[in-house]
C-alpha cells in the first residue's frame, strides 16, 4: 500500500506517494521528474544517483523513499539560482573540463558539493577520498579534482573579501 | 602560435551547462506518450538447443502488450558477419542470446513477465577457450555461414596478415632476439550511462529510434534492413542521438536489443524503450576483445630492429561485430612502431560460446602495442642497452613510408621520447631504484591521426546554416559522446567563418537533418569536423563577401551617420568606400565584417548579423546555408596482405612511469606518470588534457585492474564491486601531459585525432617499470599483485 511521504525538495515542500519499497531515486525520477539524478549501477556502486540529504551525500538508489520523510533533499536541479545560474561548483565543473559525457557529473558535483558543506578548503586527498565511490569513465578524475578545488578556492576567497 | 582568435584557446564545452545542471537528456530519460518498456529474455545456456518456448504466462500479466520469440517474428539478422539474429531460433551460442522479449506498462511488469517465459533446452557441449575451438572435432558455434553454406571450423573467415622482407634470413642475422607470449583480457567498456533505445513507428511505417550509437548513418541502413525484414520495405529510420553516457566504442555496431525495441514497437503499435541495467550491460553487451599473441622481434648489435614477428589470436565469441576487424588497426604498430624492415604478421579469430565482443578505443593497437612495447625491453636487456636508446635509436621520422606503406607525415616521436623520458628523469632514475623496488619504463605508440579508412569511404559532411542574428548552426553527423567533438567544432567554425563560438550552435546529431558521415571512431572526430567546417566555411566567405559587395557600402553610410549622431565632430574616413568593397578585399573575424585595408576604422565595420540581415531583407536577396564534404586522400588497405595508408598522417607518443612494487604483496603503486603525445596542434587545452586523462585511467585500468571474468561462458562478475575500474583514489599520482605540436599539414589547424592513443601505451610502460623495479615480467594483463607475487616467487626459484 502507498504512503505519502512529505519532504523538502531544493528548498520547496512536497508530498508524493510512494510504494515501501520505493527508493528515493524511484520518487525523483519519476513523480517528481528530476531526471537529473542518474542511476548507473542500481547497487550504490558508482555514485551517480547521489543526493544530498540534510546535507549530507547518499547513494538514492539504496536510500528507501519514506526514510526522506520530513528531511531535506538536494539533487542537482536545486544547487543552481533561482534564476537558472549555476553554482560556482558547477561553473567550475565546466571550466575545469570536470564533464565529458555528463552522467556521472550530477552525482559527483552532489558528492563534491556536500565535501564542501563540511569543509571549506579540502586537501586533494580529501577530495579524492570523498569522490572515490563515484565512478568516472571519460575524465580520469584530475579535471575533476581540480574543479572542485577551484570551486572551494573560489568559496574561500570570497569569503575573505566579505570578511 | 599566433593569428587565431579561437584555436587553442579554452573555449567553453557547449552541452557543459546542461551536463552539470542534470538538464542533458540521456537515452534514460527520454520518454514518449504512450511508451512501453521493453525487456529481454536472455539465454540461461552458453550451448544448448531450444526445445521450446512458452510464453502464454507472460502475456497474461497485467501491463503486458506484446510478447516476441524468434518463431512469431520475422528473421532480422545482423552483425558484421550476419551471423547473429535480433532473436535466436533453434539453438543459443552464449549466456547472453535473446530469447524472448516483453512490452510492458511500466518496468515491473515487463520483469515480472519476462520470469514467467519459459524455456526448455537441450544442452550441447560448449568451446569456451581459443584452443578448444580450434581441437579437431570440436563442436561448431556455427554449422552454417550467413549463406548457409556449412563450416568446416570455428575459425572465421578474415584473413590479417602481413609479410615484407624475409623473416628468416633477418631472424638468423639478428645479434639479439626477443619472444614471448603474451595476453589481454576481456574488458567491459563500462559507459556510465547504460545501453539503451526507444524506438517509435509512426502510421506510415516509419520508425524513429533514439540511439545510443557512434554511427548513426550505418545505423539508418542497418535498421531500414530490419524494417525490410518487417515487411516495411521502402519505409525509413530517422535515428537521433540524444546525449550519450560515454561510448568508448560500444555505438559502432548495431545491437540486438535495438532490434528487439523495433520489432516490439511494430507489433504492440506503441514506442518502445528499452534501458540495459548495470547487470545487463556487463552480461550481454559485447565487451573489449581479449588477444592473446606470440611476438619474436630481433636486433643487430648496434641494436637496431631487424625483424619482428606478432602472431594474434583473438576468441571472438559467440558472434562478429566490427569488433571482429581488430587486427586492420593491429597492423599499425606492428608494421609500423618504430623502424623495422621485415615484417610479419598472422591474426587469427576463433567462435567460441563466449560473450561476443566489440570495439573499444585503441581497436587492436593496446592489444599489440603490448607485446611489441614489453618484448622491446627485452630486447633491450639482451642487448646490453638501456631501452630509451634502443627507442630513439629505432624512431620513426617525419617522411618515411612504413612496411605498411604508411606515409608519415609529421612524426613527433623523437621529441616525445625526449620529453617524457626527460620530465621523468629517467636516466637518473632508470636502473637505479631496485634496492627499494622502485623502477622507470616506457612505451611509445603510433595511432590513425588523420581519419582511418576501414569502409570504402571515410568521408564526413557538414551543413553551416545561417541565420538573422550572426549565429551559423551546424549540421554534423558525428557523434559527441563526451570527448568534446562539439567544442571542438565550435571552435573551429568560429574560426573558419570569423565569428564568435558563442554563435555557433552544433544541431543534435539526426539522420534527417545532418549530413552523412561514416562514424565516430579511430579518433577522427574534431579531425574530420574541423576539416568538413574548414572547406565549408571557405566557401560561405566566398559567398558571403560576394554579397557583401553589394550591401557594404549602405552599411558604412549607416555607421557614418550613427556616429554623427553620437559625436557632431565625427568626420567620416576620407576612403571610396563604393570602389573599395570589393570580394576580395573583404575580411570577417570574430563576428566583424571589415575591409582589411582599413580594419580598425568603427566606421568601415559591420557586424556580421547586420550583413545577414542586410542581404535576407533586399529585394532579391538570398539566404546562407553552405555544405562540405571532407573526404581523406587515404587508402583502404588490402587486409590480407596488411599495406595501404589509411590515414592522412600518424599520432605518436610516449608514456613514462615510475612504479613502487610492494615484494611482500605485489602491489603496484605508480608514483608519477609522463604522457607525451604528438597531438599536432592542441585545438583546445581543456578537452585534450581530457582525452588524455581521460585515456590514461582506462589504460591504468587495463594494466592493472580490470577483467571480465568468465567460467564456461558465464561472466562471473557483472558489477562494479567485482570488475574494478580506477577512482579517483586508484589515479592519486602526479601526471604530467605533454603536447608535442608538429603543426600536421593535413589537420584542422594542423591538429592531429587524439581521442585513443593516451590508453595505446599505458600497460606496457606500467609492466616495463616493474620489470626495472624487481625484475621480473609479468606478459598478461592485468598485473594484478597476485602475478607479480608469483612471478616474483618464480624469480627466486
Same mark, same amino acid.
Given at each position: ?5 512529505s ?6 515542500p512536497?508530498?508524493v506517494q510512494?510504494?515501501?519499497? /520505493? ?15 542518474k542511476e548507473?549501477c542500481?547497487?550504490?556502486?558508482c ?9 549530507? /551525500? ?6 528507501p ?9 538536494t ?17 567550475a565543473f565546466?571550466?575545469e ?15 563534491a558539493a556536500?565535501l564542501l558543506l ?6 586533494? %586527498?580529501?577530495?579524492?577520498e ?21 570551486? %572551494? ?11 | 602560435?599566433s ?6 584557446k579554452e ?23 504512450g ?6 529474455k ?8 531450444i ?16 510478447v ?16 547473429n539474429f535480433?532473436l ?12 524472448a522479449?516483453?512490452?510492458a506498462?511500466?518496468p515491473d511488469a ?8 519459459? &524455456? ?10 581459443p584452443?578448444?575451438?580450434? *581441437? ?6 556455427h554449422?552454417?555461414?550467413s ?6 571450423? @570455428?575459425v ?6 602481413h609479410d615484407?622482407?624475409?623473416i +628468416?634470413a633477418a631472424?638468423?642475422?639478428s ?12 574488458i567491459?567498456?563500462?559507459c ?5 533505445c526507444?524506438? +517509435? ?9 533514439w ?10 541502413r542497418?535498421? =531500414? ?7 516495411l520495405?521502402?519505409r =525509413?529510420t ?5 546525449a ?19 520489432l516490439?514497437?511494430?507489433r ?22 581479449? *588477444? ?8 643487430d648489435?648496434a641494436g637496431?630492429?631487424?625483424f619482428r #614477428? &606478432?602472431?594474434?589470436?583473438?576468441? =571472438?565469441?559467440?558472434y ?8 586492420s ?13 621485415n ?5 587469427r579469430? !576463433?567462435?567460441?560460446n563466449n ?10 593497437n ?8 614489453s618484448?622491446?625491453?627485452d630486447?633491450a ?7 630509451l636508446d634502443?627507442?630513439?635509436? =629505432?624512431?620513426?621520422?617525419?617522411g ?7 606515409? !608519415?607525415?609529421t612524426?613527433?616521436l623523437?621529441?616525445?621520447?625526449e ?5 621523468l ?20 605508440l603510433?595511432h ?14 557538414i &551543413?553551416l546554416?545561417l541565420?538573422d ?7 554534423y ?20 567563418v570569423?565569428?564568435?563560438? +558563442? ?8 539522420t534527417?537533418?545532418c ?16 576539416n568538413?567546417?574548414l ?10 563577401f ?5 550591401v557594404?557600402?549602405a552599411?558604412?553610410?549607416r555607421?557614418?551617420?550613427a ?5 557632431? *565632430?565625427?568626420?567620416p ?7 573599395s568593397?570589393?570580394?576580395g578585399?573583404?575580411?570577417?573575424k570574430e ?10 576604422d568603427?566606421?568601415?565595420?559591420i +557586424?556580421?548579423?547586420?550583413l ?9 536577396g538570398?539566404?546562407?546555408t553552405?555544405?562540405a ?13 596488411g ?13 613514462? &612511469? ?9 602491489e603496484?603503486?605508480i ?5 607525451a603525445h604528438?597531438?599536432?596542434r592542441v585545438? @583546445?587545452?581543456?578537452?585534450?588534457k ?20 568468465t567460467?564456461?561462458?558465464r ?5 562494479f564491486t567485482?570488475y574494478?575500474?580506477p577512482?579517483?583514489?586508484?589515479? #592519486?599520482?602526479?601526471i ?8 600536421e599539414?593535413?589537420?584542422?589547424f ?19 617499470a616493474?620489470?626495472?623495479?624487481v ?8 598485473i ?12 627466486r626459484?
Amino acid at each position: 500500500m502507498a504512503h505519502v511521504v512529505s519532504f523538502e525538495l531544493n528548498g520547496r515542500p512536497v508530498s508524493v506517494q510512494a510504494e515501501p519499497w /520505493a527508493r528515493l531515486i524511484d520518487l525523483l525520477r519519476g513523480p517528481l521528474g528530476h531526471t537529473g539524478t542518474k542511476e548507473g549501477c542500481g547497487e550504490g556502486e558508482c555514485g551517480a544517483c547521489t543526493v544530498l540529504v540534510d546535507g549530507a /551525500a547518499i547513494n538514492s538508489c539504496l536510500f528507501p523513499a519514506l526514510e526522506v520523510e520530513g528531511r531535506s533533499v538536494t539533487t542537482i536541479e536545486g544547487l543552481q539560482d533561482a534564476s537558472g545560474r549555476l553554482a560556482a561548483l558547477q561553473e567550475a565543473f565546466v571550466e575545469e573540463g570536470g564533464v565529458q559525457c555528463g552522467f556521472c557529473s550530477p552525482g559527483m558535483i552532489l558528492a563534491a558539493a556536500g565535501l564542501l558543506l563540511r569543509t571549506q578548503d579540502p586537501s586533494e %586527498a580529501e577530495i579524492r577520498e570523498e569522490l572515490a565511490g563515484n565512478l568516472c569513465r571519460c575524465t580520469g578524475y584530475a579535471q575533476i579534482v581540480a574543479a572542485v578545488q577551484a570551486a %572551494a578556492g573560489r568559496a574561500s576567497s570570497r569569503e575573505g573579501q566579505g570578511a | 602560435m599566433s593569428g587565431f582568435s579561437f584555436i587553442g584557446k579554452e573555449v567553453r564545452r557547449p552541452e557543459g551547462g546542461d551536463k552539470a545542471s542534470g538538464r542533458a537528456l540521456y537515452i534514460h530519460d527520454l520518454t514518449r506518450p504512450g511508451m512501453l518498456y521493453g525487456k529481454i529474455k536472455f539465454s540461461a545456456h552458453a550451448h544448448a538447443r531450444i526445445k521450446r518456448i512458452d510464453t502464454t504466462r507472460a502475456a497474461r500479466v497485467p501491463g503486458v502488450h506484446a510478447v516476441i520469440t524468434a518463431y512469431d517474428t520475422p528473421e532480422i539478422r545482423i552483425g558484421f558477419l550476419r551471423d547473429n539474429f535480433a532473436l535466436k531460433k533453434d539453438k543459443v551460442r552464449q549466456f547472453r542470446d535473446e530469447i524472448a522479449a516483453v512490452a510492458a506498462a511500466d518496468p515491473d511488469a515487463a520483469a515480472e513477465a519476462v520470469d514467467l517465459i519459459e &524455456v526448455e533446452y537441450e544442452p550441447l557441449p560448449g568451446v569456451f577457450t581459443p584452443e578448444e575451438a580450434l *581441437a579437431v572435432g570440436a563442436p561448431l558455434v556455427h554449422e552454417t555461414s550467413s549463406d548457409g553454406a556449412p563450416r568446416a571450423s @570455428n575459425v572465421l573467415d578474415l584473413a590479417y596478415g602481413h609479410d615484407s622482407g624475409d623473416i +628468416e634470413a633477418a631472424r638468423r642475422a639478428s645479434r639479439h632476439v626477443a619472444s614471448g607470449e603474451y595476453s589481454t583480457p576481456l574488458i567491459q567498456q563500462s559507459c556510465m550511462g547504460t545501453a539503451g533505445c526507444l524506438a +517509435e513507428f509512426d502510421a506510415a511505417g516509419n520508425l524513429t529510434m533514439w540511439a545510443k550509437t557512434q554511427i548513426p548513418f550505418l545505423a539508418q541502413r542497418d535498421f =531500414n534492413q530490419a524494417l525490410s525484414a518487417l515487411g516495411l520495405r521502402g519505409r =525509413n529510420t530517422r535515428v537521433i542521438v540524444p546525449a550519450l553516457g560515454g561510448g568508448f566504442g560500444t555505438g559502432l555496431d548495431t545491437h540486438a536489443y535495438e532490434y528487439i525495441a523495433i520489432l516490439l514497437a511494430w507489433r504492440s503499435g506503441r514506442p518502445v524503450r528499452i534501458v540495459y541495467d548495470r547487470e545487463e550491460e556487463f552480461s550481454c553487451l559485447s565487451p573489449r576483445q581479449s *588477444a592473446r599473441t606470440r611476438i619474436t622481434q630481433g636486433c643487430d648489435a648496434a641494436g637496431r630492429l631487424t625483424f619482428r #614477428d &606478432v602472431e594474434v589470436l583473438q576468441d =571472438n565469441g559467440a558472434y562478429t561485430s566490427w569488433g571482429a576487424t581488430y587486427p586492420s588497426v593491429m597492423l599499425l604498430p606492428v608494421t609500423s612502431l618504430y623502424r623495422v624492415p621485415n615484417v610479419r604478421f598472422r591474426a587469427r579469430l !576463433v567462435y567460441t560460446n563466449n560473450t561476443y565482443c566489440q570495439a573499444m578505443r585503441g581497436y587492436g593497437n593496446p592489444e599489440v602495442t603490448w607485446p611489441i612495447e614489453s618484448s622491446l625491453d627485452d630486447l633491450a636487456a639482451a642487448a646490453g642497452i638501456d631501452p630509451l636508446d634502443l627507442r630513439l635509436m =629505432n624512431c620513426n621520422e617525419p617522411g618515411e613510408v612504413t612496411p605498411m606503406g604508411l606515409k !608519415v607525415t609529421t612524426c613527433g616521436l623523437r621529441q616525445c621520447l625526449e620529453a617524457a623520458s626527460g620530465r621523468l628523469r629517467w636516466r637518473e632514475k632508470r636502473g637505479s631504484g631496485r634496492r627499494v623496488a622502485r623502477g622507470v619504463g616506457m612505451a611509445s605508440l603510433i595511432h590513425v591521426g588523420g581519419g582511418g579508412k576501414i569502409y570504402r569511404s571515410d568521408g564526413s559532411g557538414i &551543413v553551416l546554416k545561417l541565420d538573422d542574428f550572426g549565429n551559423v548552426n551546424v549540421s554534423y553527423g558525428g557523434v559527441e559522446m563526451g570527448q568534446g567533438l562539439h567544442t571542438v567544432l565550435r571552435q573551429a567554425v568560429a574560426e573558419a567563418v570569423g565569428i564568435r563560438p +558563442e554563435n555557433v550552435f552544433v544541431n543534435q546529431t539526426d539522420t534527417a537533418t545532418c549530413p552523412w558521415d561514416v562514424g565516430t571512431h579511430a579518433s577522427r572526430g574534431a579531425f574530420m569536423a574541423g576539416n568538413a567546417a574548414l572547406l565549408a566555411a571557405a566557401r560561405l566567405r566566398e559567398k558571403l563577401f560576394q554579397w557583401a559587395e553589394q550591401v557594404f557600402p549602405a552599411e558604412v553610410e549607416r555607421n557614418v551617420r550613427a556616429l554623427c549622431r553620437k559625436d557632431p *565632430a565625427y568626420r567620416p574616413p576620407d576612403f571610396d568606400v563604393a570602389a573599395s568593397a570589393r570580394a576580395g578585399s573583404f575580411d570577417l573575424k570574430e563576428g566583424w565584417l571589415f575591409l582589411k585595408d582599413a580594419p580598425a576604422d568603427p566606421a568601415l565595420r559591420i +557586424e556580421f548579423a547586420r550583413l545577414l540581415r542586410a542581404v535576407h531583407y533586399r529585394d532579391r536577396g538570398t539566404i546562407f546555408t553552405q555544405e562540405a564534404f571532407y573526404e581523406p586522400d587515404t587508402e583502404l588497405p588490402d587486409w590480407s596482405k596488411g599495406r595501404g595508408n589509411m590515414s592522412e598522417n600518424y599520432a605518436y607518443g610516449t608514456q613514462a &612511469v615510475e612504479v613502487e612494487v610492494d615484494r611482500e604483496t605485489g602491489e603496484v603503486k605508480i608514483l608519477a606518470l609522463v604522457a607525451a603525445h604528438d597531438v599536432g596542434r592542441v585545438l @583546445n587545452p581543456v578537452t585534450l588534457k581530457g582525452q588524455i586523462h581521460g585515456a590514461l585511467a582506462q589504460g591504468v585500468g587495463y594494466a592493472l585492474y580490470e577483467e571480465v571474468k568468465t567460467r564456461a561462458g558465464r561472466i562471473l562478475n557483472p558489477g562494479f564491486t567485482d570488475y574494478k575500474i580506477p577512482t579517483a583514489c586508484e589515479m #592519486d599520482f602526479p601526471i604530467e601531459l605533454v603536447f608535442v605540436e608538429t603543426d600536421e599539414q593535413s589537420g584542422p589547424f594542423g591538429a592531429k585525432g587524439v581521442g585513443e592513443p593516451g590508453m595505446v601505451p599505458t600497460a606496457p610502460a606500467i609492466a616495463n617499470a616493474i620489470y626495472d623495479a624487481v625484475g621480473v615480467r609479468v606478459k598478461d594483463l592485468p598485473i594484478t599483485p597476485e602475478k607479480v607475487l608469483a612471478a616474483l616467487h618464480a624469480s627466486r626459484a
